[in-house]
């Protein structure tokens, strides 16, 4: 397949020609944001998170541009633009953006060379044309277009058919599985019956043998007298898990994008790999990889070319939290001087971000030596675990993250090897987290 995406234009001198007014023929591309989206399309409304989405957008599309890039990872890419595009009209959904017209500028040359098998073949980007094809010919974009920027795009030249999915079709074969995972997992599976699902009492359920609903065939329930129902057990309070700090969720994240927040100049935006499965609450697709958004307030404290493409330690199970209108799922953790009594914060830093060691994939767990064990799955905010273990978060005269029991009110009375000492973040293979040259500083 063609990866080529070369132009005789440059991106604004392309978006000059369209709109004069607002791009100069002098502009930077790197001045081209999400803030020139409101100004190419004055009569749209973006929220803080489109804004977010259309920089990224913007990024993707560049790469998408590298003449230079593996061949393979180019395929990736257009693979993701292709399955993000099947259930939108534009990129943010339905709004156009700068970001389109970028995707345009870029994408078009290679979709002229793309074969039609390339095209809407069984494997092609269907998708990616279809929005080509709306992008160049739809008044919503204003685009002032040569015929030598258009793509000549047969409407009716589609080499394969997807067949469409039936709702009621993919409804009963979610049914199915979940049913024969639950006999493979030796539990009782629903008893089904016509357009409906019961799961009947405890009583009926155990006289009636496990029926295998995957083969399609629909069980009936056997006919029983009803019989008096015994109380049910008092429910037992859940059980407390001690505070511990294996309880917090800490990873290895990747920083695949961060751009100043459009709202906060205190904040960063951050795109972070963190190893989630697709699917995940609080995630997103970019460039192929599931991601979480992150604010940090690190701008004016760690320079914003320190924070692209970089491996950090994320806290992955605080609740997310709106920061000025952009959704935040994680938080990444850095090193300050640690404040002495009396004193207050005035965030001017220093400020060291939290490397893992060398070589360690996105979404490894690290855990502080002794304190192993599973986190919880989003921590309740008012038990306060963060707030309660974050103090003992702090940094060795070596340079190494750890944590210190001695610095943890409620677990000032831990026996054992637990209580002693500065207790290393590490990785499953031994590796430990670091910081450049921050010695005895609070870690959050």
């Known amino acids: 397949m063609s990866t080529s ?23 930077s591309e790197a001045d081209l944001s999400s803030n020139t989206s409101q100004q190419l399309y004055p009569d749209i409304s973006y929220t803080d998170n489109e804004k977010v989405e259309t920089s990224q957008w913007l990024t993707a599309s560049s790469h998408l541009a590298a ?17 993000h595009l099947s259930t939108r009209t534009t990129l943010l959904g339905s709004k156009p953006s700068i970001a389109d017209a970028a995707m345009f500028h870029r994408l078009a040359p290679a979709v002229k060379a793309w074969s039609a098998e ?36 047969d409407v009716d030249d589609v080499k394969f058919i997807h067949k469409p999915i039936d709702p009621k079709e993919e409804k009963e074969r979610k049914k199915k599985e979940k049913a024969a995972t639950a006999i493979a997992d030796g539990q009782t599976p629903l008893v089904v019956g016509k357009g409906k699902e ?32 015994a109380p049910k057990p008092a429910k037992q309070p859940p059980k407390e898990t001690p505070l511990s700090p294996h309880l ?17 100049d205190s904040l960063y935006v951050s795109t972070i790999a963190c190893g989630d499965p697709p699917g995940t609450e609080n995630t997103s697709e970019y460039e192929g990889q599931v ?25 992955c199970n605080l609740k997310p939290v709106t920061m000025r209108g952009v959704k935040s799922a994680a ?11 009396g004193e207050e914060d005035d965030h001017k830093g220093p400020v060291e971000l939290v490397n893992p060691p060398e070589g360690v994939a996105a979404g490894e767990r690290v855990c502080f030596d002794g304190w192993e064990g599973e986190p919880e799955g989003v921590l309740n905010p008012k038990k306060k675990v963060w707030e309660s273990l974050q103090p003992g978060f702090t940094t060795t005269e070596g340079l190494e993250v750890g944590f210190e029991v001695a ?3 409620a677990l000032k009375d831990t026996d054992g090897d637990k209580g002693k000492g500065v207790k290393q973040l590490v990785t499953k293979s031994g590796g430990r987290c670091t910081v450049k040259s921050l010695k005895g500083a609070a870690v959050r």
């Open 198 to 229: 019961s799961k009947g009492n405890a009583q009926d359920q155990e006289s009636q043998p496990r029926i295998a609903v995957a083969d399609g065939a629909t069980p009936q329930p056997s006919k029983k007298e009803k019989k008096e129902k």
């Open 291 to 315: 991601v979480r958004t992150v604010c940090s307030g690190l701008n004016g404290l760690v320079p914003l070319e320190e924070m692209q493409g970089r491996k950090i330690i994320a806290v």
């Open 67 to 83: 003449s230079d890039e593996d061949e393979a990872k180019h395929a990736e890419r257009l693979g993701s633009l292709n399955i």
């Open 331 to 341: 938080m990444v953790l850095a090193a300050s001087p640690r404040l002495k009594e």
């Open 118 to 153: 390339e095209r809407t073949g069984e494997h092609g980007y269907s998708h990616i044309v279809r929005y080509i094809d709306f992008v160049q010919n739809a008044p919503l974009f204003a685009l002032s277009l040569s015929p030598d920027d258009k793509v000549d795009i």
């Open 407 to 409: 610095g943890v009110e």
């Open 248 to 264: 917090i969720d800490l990873r290895v994240g990747h920083i695949l994008k961060a751009i100043p927040h459009p709202n906060a």
């Open 5 to 27: 995406t070369s132009s005789t234009k440059d991106l604004v001198a392309f978006l000059h020609s369209s709109f004069p007014s607002v791009v100069s023929a002098t502009t």
